[in-house]
């Protein structure tokens, strides 16, 4: 027995060494489990297997709006270790550099005004841009060198969340289930090995790529050891779910539950109220003329029932119209 079509999001805290695409999958399978069939799902931005967070799957007639995700902003927690670049610029790929530099916690938020609002940043090598028809990921992996082209990006804040944990053992790349760690306050030089840093940035900001900009700028080098999402547009990790939460409400045909409405994408976006005459004028893309509405983007609803993201100006013209019916 298939259940009713889902059209909604769920947002995954998405566990260290899954990617985005296995992600959607395991979205996929659920629908399955609990009974809903088929159904369209996408993800609303992709994130590293060795990042973990918020990952906004959408379902159904919310996979309309995951361009509109790609480009909101995000918010990150992340470590840098200094004292090694690595060349994926995390803590997967071989050390290309080193320096004996660290720098003071003082240094750290000193030089961060530097990196807040409007930069420039190179993206690193291993990343999915395309170079010449080819993700620059397989030419590096194939031994290629790789030259990204700048782009512009903001940086809206950025501040220091932790001082971070020194590790007693000097092994380079001792990994944290290797090396015993020691409280920060128990250094006396004031010496960062780590840093935790928190961050909110536009779409397009490659973490990887600030983080081994921040080590320059303090006179050493440093890759990502640790990256998390914190928030992707509206949604937050007060929202996400464990995969194995979803597993269990598939089996238990709760996945309704988990389910946010279509509409929990677009709290930033006036409601604009249509009667079922404008509603079905809509539905078939027609525009409508002499309805007062905020200018620019608005949704248009029909009582509780999403119709369309509608553009307002001299009318009212569809931007993206759902499928969705009332019960």
Do not use: C
């Amino acid at each position: 027995m298939t259940g009713a079509p889902l059209h909604g999001w769920i947002i995954l805290d998405k566990p260290v060494g899954l990617g985005s695409t296995q992600a959607v999958s395991a979205v996929k399978r659920a629908l399955r489990t609990g009974g809903h069939g088929k159904a369209k799902v996408g993800h609303g931005g992709t994130l590293d297997p060795l990042a973990s967070g918020v990952l906004p799957i959408a379902i159904g007639e919310a996979t309309k709006l995951s361009g509109r995700m790609l480009d909101a902003d995000k918010a990150y927690d992340f470590t840098i270790r200094f004292g090694e670049e690595t060349d994926t610029l995390d803590a997967e790929g071989a050390v290309i550099g080193r320096s004996d530099v660290r720098p003071t916690l003082a240094e750290v938020e000193a030089v961060l005004t530097r990196f807040t609002g409007p930069i420039s940043q190179i993206p690193p090598a291993y990343s999915a841009l395309k170079v010449d028809g080819k993700r620059a990921y397989d030419l590096a992996r194939a031994g290629e060198t790789v030259e990204l082209a700048s782009r512009n990006v903001t940086i809206h804040a950025l501040t220091v969340r932790q001082p971070g944990l020194v590790p007693r053992s000097s092994e380079p790349r001792a990994s944290a289930q290797a090396v015993e760690w020691m409280p920060e306050q128990a250094r006396h030089d004031g010496l960062h090995h780590d840093i935790t840093l928190s961050a909110r940035v536009s779409k397009g900001t490659y973490i990887r790529s600030l983080a081994r900009d921040i080590a320059y700028a303090l006179g050493t080098v440093g890759h990502v050891t640790m990256l998390r999402r914190t928030k992707a547009g509206p949604f937050a990790l007060e929202s996400a779910i464990s995969l194995d939460i979803l597993d269990q409400a598939a089996k238990d045909a709760r996945l309704q539950e988990l389910l946010l409405p279509l509409t929990a994408g677009l709290d930033d976006i006036p409601v604009l109220a249509v009667s079922p005459d404008q509603a079905q004028a809509l539905r078939q893309g027609r525009r409508l003329i002499g309805h007062a509405a905020p200018p620019g983007l608005n949704l248009a609803m029909l009582g509780d029932l999403p119709v369309a993201l509608v553009e307002v100006g001299t009318d009212i013209s569809v931007v993206r119209g759902f499928n969705l019916m009332s019960e």
